[in-house]
């Protein structure tokens, strides 16, 4: 049998195998997994790995101004950008503005990718308005058109959500089979120690950190926990930062409480250090949760590979140093007056392989599990994402485990001024990237049109099947 596409002589590996042998693709779809496939189309990938392409679970696309600020990578260049680091499918955020019907909402983001995505895509809803008419009619029907992952906040202006409100949602989402995401740091905590370092003066960007210390995750992270359990239903507290709010992650699954949790590579690399570089420097690293120390970089890994995370996300975020930093309207740094996001859609992958598989923090079945099976799991998209099996999507990145580079921010491929990784010798780098069987990403050269990117049905996540709304 010929199939359209034969890859040849690689090592595949998925989150539980890793197996020599051929993959044959024929209609955007794995097909057969042996030896001596032949096809139309053949790619000799011997000396290298034929991995799952990634799924990136937490991004932001052109999304409404934060602080002011107008995200610049649309979804044309942020899915190039993530197609050209081994990703193949996004999930990024559609924003419920207040008051806004959230059809109009999910309407309004899949016109913003139409025609632009170059990968494919699904999306969580970002509620700042759960209202009995969101939580009793717009958000089940939206859960029956796919759309089961819904984010809160529990911090920042006309976003956070009381405890009430999120108590709601997650009744909701139990009822409806849906998944909430948590933003878990403590508002006001965060407003206390914001007004006290104003009145003092102490407005560096340095201060960053010290505006939402440990201790204000810390507690989120367990109250959210609370909710949850209260309820009875799953939630995901999103880019944990901190010891201690793995800590507190670890301490509830122990006790068979449901939920799982989300890292990200700016917890891995970046540290509050950096936020004190001269001048506004330190604008380029900020984000929210902040940086921490150099030691609890280490206390991360550990749970990435000891499974307390299930996912590693970019949380991209693409507001140009030239913009964002403040230094155009404002004479001295002000650590309030920057938006908090770093980009990363494209060097997630390689950072996570270069330095995890690389330096032996986690195996490979584990590199593939973290950054693509797990997130399709979660997401209901699986199996038709996140492995390499017959009959998903032939979404496959080839890697070439000894190719090194050192980072500068021409090579990646989004719309941004900077990125905080510059300077990075990785090992190990994507080659070609296939999203259904097309190279989209090759030899270098960026080969997808505009627009091929479709829209993804997720399904319930096998835990989230319908339930009454409270468990009590």
Not at 120 to 146: K, T, W
Not at 385 to 408: F, H, L, M, N, Y
Not at 409 to 435: A, C, F, I, Q, R
Request: net charge negative.
């Amino acid at each position: 049998m010929q199939f359209d596409l034969a890859i040849r002589n690689g090592t595949v590996a998925t989150a539980g195998d890793i197996v020599r042998c051929d993959v044959g693709i024929t209609d955007g779809k794995v097909a057969a997994l042996g030896t001596g496939l032949a096809g139309k189309e053949t790619i000799d990938a011997g000396g290298k790995l034929v991995l799952p392409g990634g799924i990136d679970s937490h991004v932001h696309i052109d999304e409404p101004p934060f602080y002011g600020v107008r995200s610049v990578d649309d979804f044309h260049a942020g899915t190039v950008s993530a197609a050209c680091g081994g990703t193949t499918t996004i999930v990024p955020f559609a924003q419920q503005i207040q008051g806004e019907n959230l059809r109009k909402t999910i309407n309004d983001y899949h016109k913003r990718a139409e025609g632009k995505a170059v990968i494919d895509y699904a999306f969580h809803v970002i509620l700042c308005d759960a209202n009995e008419q969101v939580l009793g009619q717009e958000l089940p029907a939206l859960v029956a058109d796919g759309y089961t992952s819904y984010k809160v906040y529990m911090t920042y202006e006309g976003l956070a959500q009381s405890d009430k409100d999120i108590l709601n949602l997650l009744a909701a989402s139990r009822r409806e089979g849906a998944l909430v995401m948590i933003h878990a740091e403590n508002d006001a905590c965060i407003h206390f120690i914001t007004d006290r370092l104003n009145r003092t003066g102490k407005t560096s960007l340095e201060q960053f950190a010290k505006m939402a210390p440990m201790a204000v995750e810390r507690e989120a992270t367990h109250r959210a926990i609370t909710l949850g359990e209260v309820v009875d239903t799953p939630i995901l507290i999103v880019h944990v930062s901190a010891r201690e709010a793995a800590e507190q992650i670890g301490w509830a699954q122990r006790r068979g409480i449901k939920v799982f949790g989300e890292t990200c590579p700016q917890y891995l690399f970046l540290s509050e250090e950096d936020l004190a570089r001269p001048g506004w420097e330190g604008a380029k690293f900020i984000c929210q949760p902040p940086p921490r120390d150099r030691g609890n970089q280490e206390t991360i890994w550990r749970g990435l590979a000891s499974g307390l995370f299930q996912v590693i996300s970019s949380d991209h975020c693409s507001f140009k140093f030239d913009s964002a930093s403040g230094k155009k309207h404002h004479h001295e740094p002000h650590f309030r007056h920057v938006p908090p996001g770093v980009p990363g859609i494209e060097l997630r992958l390689p950072l996570l392989f270069s330095e995890g598989v690389g330096k032996g923090r986690i195996d490979l079945n584990r590199f593939v599990a973290l950054t693509a099976t797990n997130a399709a799991k979660l997401y209901g998209l699986y199996p038709r994402k996140g492995t390499i099996a017959v009959g998903s999507d032939a979404d496959i990145a080839i890697w070439d485990p000894e190719r090194t580079a050192t980072v500068t921010h021409d090579m990646l491929h989004d719309n941004m001024d900077y990125t905080p990784y510059e300077g990075m010798t990785l090992k190990g780098l994507p080659v070609v990237t296939l999203s259904r069987g097309e190279a989209i990403w090759r030899d270098g050269e960026v080969r997808a049109k505009p627009g091929r990117g479709e829209f993804l049905r997720s399904e319930r996540h096998p835990t989230q099947e319908k339930q009454p709304a409270v468990a009590i």
